[in-house]
C-alpha cells in the first residue's frame, strides 16, 4: 500500500520559515521523481517544486530563491525548506510522487501552511 504523509505544516508569520516533510513508504522512493504541489481557496493546484530520481530540481517562479527541496533516500523522505514566507504563499500543500518509468502518480493527503501578514 503506497503512503505519502505530509507533515511540518501550521501557522507563520509572513518572513517566517516552515520545513515540510513527506514521508513515503510502499514504494521504492529512489525510483520516483518527487515534488510538492499546492493549491490555495479558489485556485488551482500549482507547481512548487519537483526534484527527479536523480536529484535535480525544478521550482515553481513564484518561490525560486526562498524555498528549497531535497530528498533523503535513505529515510523515504521528502523534504521542502521553506524561507521567507508571505501571505500569497498560504495554501494545502501536497507530496507528489510519479513512477520513473510507469508514470504511476500518488499523492498525499496534503498539508496546511496559513502565512499571517
Known amino acids: 500500500q503506497v503512503q505519502l504523509v505530509e507533515s511540518g505544516g501550521g501557522l507563520v508569520q509572513a518572513g517566517g520559515s516552515l520545513r515540510l516533510s513527506c514521508a513515503a513508504s510502499?514504494?521504492?522512493?529512489?525510483?520516483?521523481?518527487m515534488g510538492w504541489y499546492r493549491q490555495a481557496p479558489g485556485k488551482q493546484r500549482e507547481l512548487v517544486a519537483v526534484?527527479?530520481?536523480?536529484?535535480?530540481?525544478n521550482y515553481g517562479d513564484s518561490v525560486k530563491g526562498r524555498f528549497t527541496l531535497s530528498r533523503d533516500n535513505a529515510e523515504n523522505t521528502l523534504y521542502l525548506q521553506m524561507n521567507s514566507l508571505k501571505p500569497e504563499d498560504t495554501a494545502v500543500y501536497y507530496c507528489?510522487?510519479?513512477?520513473?518509468?510507469?508514470?504511476?502518480?500518488?499523492w498525499g493527503q496534503g498539508t496546511q501552511v496559513t502565512v499571517s501578514s
Open positions: 507528489n510522487g510519479q513512477e520513473n518509468f510507469s508514470l504511476r502518480t500518488y
Open positions: 510502499g514504494i521504492i522512493f529512489s525510483g520516483f521523481n
Open positions: 526534484i527527479s530520481s536523480g536529484g535535480r530540481t
